[in-house]
Every structure is written in C-alpha cells, then in structure tokens.
C-alpha cells in the first residue's frame, strides 16, 4: 500500500499497552473534532468524535479527550492490539464551516 | 447499508490532460465532500456539496471542480492536469447536519506522469 507521511511523528507501543495520541489545534472556534484511523491503502476509518461542549467521551477500547483551554485532544486506545497500526489523524470543524481541518497525523506501531 | 465508494480505484494520466472522478455516497446522505491526501500537504479540503450545492470550497485553484445530482452521487473533475495533482483524492459522506459524521470511501489513486 501507499504511505500516507513520510515524515509523520510515530508512536511505539508494546501490545497489550495503552496508547495515547495527542493533537493541538490552533482555532478555538472549532466546535467539532473526529479521529480517524488510516491504514495503508485505504480511506480514514472514523473512530470517535466529540463536540466542544463534552470534555471526554468513550467509545470501545477508545477515549478521545478535549481541552479547550490550551485548544488540545487526545485518543487514548486501551489495550492496544496490532490490528490498531496505523496513522491517526484529528480533524476539526469549525463553526457553521462545512469542511474538516485535518491534522498531520500519527503513525501508531504496536510491537508485538 | 454499503459504504462509500469511488471510482476508479486507480488512474495514470498525462499532464495537460483531464479526469473525472466519481463519489457514490452513504445511501440517505446528502453531503459529499471531497479531499486531496499527498505525503507533503497532506488531507486538504477541497470541496463540499450538500442537495446538488456547493456549500464550501477549500484554497484549490479553478482547475478542480465538482458537481452533484441529484441522487447525491458525486463527481469532480481536473482539467489541465499538472505533476502535483498526483494524489489520494478521497470523498467522504454525512447527512449534512451541522454536527455530523463524515466516511470516506476508499480513494482514487491519481497518478499524473
């Protein structure tokens, strides 16, 4: 399959852990965020989103957290498997606006 | 319910040329947005359509159009291809509600020599 970043930043973690993959996003008037999950050769997979009202929100084996004070989210992935590497990415909404910010995306590579 | 899906999977075009790519979307959703994914820049915004209108457009230039019908499918188009339009151009569906889940298909591989 194809790369999707040459040069992403890349997490490694032992099976079994947790992983956490954080994002910064630079406009506070984003009121929607979404993690999605790539894997080669393949569109986004969405995961889990929350909206700016919500500080945390779970999901099956995933929790996506939301501070708005210092414009950070993080997905924590629980028990962390080799069916879950690949590159995540965060994506933000911003008011009435229609289209997803998306950022640089991480590589996740889980050792076995 | 079938998810999104795009066609051609694949494509290799020459430069100067043009292409279409076509988006079937989510059945009951109305919005199509579509995107542009390179190793460099990586998923850009290119443009959104909810009921046959353009709601949103990202900073592309006038080379990269888009249209949808009436059922929702979706197509967009590239005239006077150029070696940068190599890419992963992804469509991603939703209801169109002002929160709302978008889900990509699986892309177009756009290869331009």
């Known amino acids: 399959g194809e790369s999707v970043g040459l040069h992403l930043p890349t997490l490694s973690v032992q099976e079994g852990d947790n992983s956490i993959i954080n994002c910064a996003y630079s406009?506070?008037?984003?009121?929607?965020f979404i993690w999605y999950k790539q894997e080669s050769g393949k569109g986004p997979q969405f995961i889990i989103d929350?909206?700016?009202?919500?500080d945390k929100r779970q999901g099956q084996r995933v929790t996506v957290l939301l501070n708005k004070t210092v414009k950070h989210l993080s997905l924590q992935i629980a028990a962390t498997q080799p069916g879950d590497s690949a590159v995540y990415f965060c994506?933000?909404?911003?008011?009435?606006?229609?289209?997803?910010?998306f950022g640089s995306g991480t590589r996740l590579l889980v050792r076995p | 319910k079938a998810g999104v899906t795009q066609t051609p999977r694949y494509l290799i075009k020459t430069r100067g040329q043009q292409v279409t790519l076509s988006c079937s979307p989510i059945?009951?959703?109305?919005?199509v947005s579509w995107y542009q994914q390179t190793p460099g820049q990586g998923l850009q915004f290119l443009f959104e359509?909810?009921?046959?209108?353009?709601?949103n457009k990202g900073n592309f230039p006038g080379r990269f159009s888009g249209r949808q019908f009436s059922n929702s499918r979706s197509e967009m188009n590239v005239s006077t291809l150029e070696l940068g339009d190599s890419a992963l151009y992804l469509c991603?569906?939703?209801?169109?509600?002002?929160?709302?889940?978008?889900?990509f298909g699986p892309g177009t591989r756009l290869t331009v020599t």
């Open positions: 991603a569906s939703s209801t169109g509600r002002e929160y709302y889940e978008q889900y």
């Open positions: 406009n506070s008037a984003s009121d929607y």
């Open positions: 929350i909206r700016s009202n919500m």
């Open positions: 994506a933000e909404k911003r008011d009435s606006s229609y289209k997803l910010i």
């Open positions: 059945s009951g959703h109305r919005s």
């Open positions: 359509y909810f009921s046959e209108t353009q709601r």
